[in-house]
């Protein structure tokens, strides 16, 4: 059994379940100081629901992708690299505004959850319904970008559902040792190696994305030669044409194949490509140097909670 695939997807449910995690732990330290422990099970509630509800949402995803790529079999093999290009797009700006967004709030996560259930709690009615809210929509918007990450990479089946698993099992156990048992974390360190993870895997999303389409294309271009002017681009003295990426950068087939070890890991995990083209090696250095910069930039000087450094202040549940 291949187990490259777990990997993206249990770094990817790691960082973004941790994410979801510190705002678990502020919200029930909250409640624990000001004496509405009791709704804690609301605040489960909402952990339950939401990932329940990113659950629907993949199979939703996997049920469009088939019922897509089954509708017309005389452009089926079009659909499916098509559709992985238009997710992996989708993919790749919500990881990117996910990552620079994050990394930007992340001084001021703690004071605007507090306000907003020091808000909620001031409405004694609906305060369980706003911190079943809070929670909720806190764990939907993770599940959903791991979701999409999946969607985008047509990883389906037991694998990737392992990874996937493991990384949310790793994201509690985290939070119970902040929370739960007063450890100290450089939550700084780890949100910056897993910040460059990231955006190693995003980059590789990037290149992936751009060859979906030109797999698409070039498919179309062959299929109906209405469409040949498609393909603006055709190296036609060699054996590995492109049709939209321009000429070849590399050739490593015979050196790291993408679909042997130790190359599948690389593909699966970065997006290695043993055929790389000017177009997807443009795309991927301009990835790093716009999204890169500006994570890099915002995450100097991170602080994520107040205390000494930039660990976890674990007073905040006493």
């Given amino acids: 059994m291949d187990f490259s695939s777990a990997l993206p997807t249990f770094i990817i449910t790691l960082r973004e379940g941790v994410e979801a995690a510190l705002v678990v732990g502020i919200v029930l330290a909250y409640l624990k100081k000001a004496k509405q422990s009791h709704l804690n099970s609301w605040v489960y509630a909402g952990i339950a629901g939401g990932l329940v509800v990113s659950a629907l949402v993949g199979i939703l995803f996997g049920w469009i992708i088939q019922a897509l790529g089954s509708s017309n079999q005389k452009y089926a093999p079009i659909f499916e690299p098509l559709l992985e290009g238009v997710f992996s797009v989708a993919a790749i700006a919500m990881l990117s505004w996910m ?33 079943f809210g809070l929670i909720f929509f806190a764990v939907l918007r ?19 559902a392992m990874g ?32 460059i993870f990231l955006l190693l895997i995003v980059a590789g999303l990037v290149v992936s994305a751009l060859g979906h389409f030109d797999v698409a294309v070039n498919t179309l271009a062959t299929m109906d030669r209405q469409s040949e002017q498609l393909c603006v681009y055709y190296e036609r003295f060699t054996k590995f044409p492109s049709c939209i990426l ?18 599948v890991i690389l593909h699966t995990l970065f997006g290695y490509e043993d055929k790389l083209y000017v177009v997807q090696a443009v ?36």
């Avoid at 156990?173 to 897993?194: P, S, T, Y």
């Fill in 283 to 318: 795309g991927y250095v301009l990835f790093l140097v716009t999204i890169g910069g500006v994570y890099l930039k915002s995450v100097l000087g991170w602080k994520l909670l107040p205390g000494k450094g930039s660990k976890v202040e674990t007073s905040v549940g006493k």
């Fill in 142 to 160: 993770e599940g959903f970008e791991t979701v999409l990450f999946i969607a985008a990479k047509f990883q389906q089946g037991l694998v990737p």
């Fill in 246 to 263: 321009g000429p070849m950068v590399w050739n490593t087939s015979k050196v790291l194949p993408d679909n042997q070890f130790p190359g």
């Fill in 99 to 131: 990552l620079v967004w994050m990394t930007q709030q992340a001084r001021l996560l703690k004071s605007q959850v507090e306000g907003a259930i020091g808000a909620t709690l001031k409405g004694d009615n609906t305060a369980g319904w706003g911190v």
């Fill in 164 to 195: 996937a698993t493991a990384g949310i099992l790793s994201a509690i156990a985290i939070g119970f040792l902040l929370f739960k048992w007063g450890v100290k974390i450089n939550l700084r360190a780890f949100f910056l190696v897993m910040g």
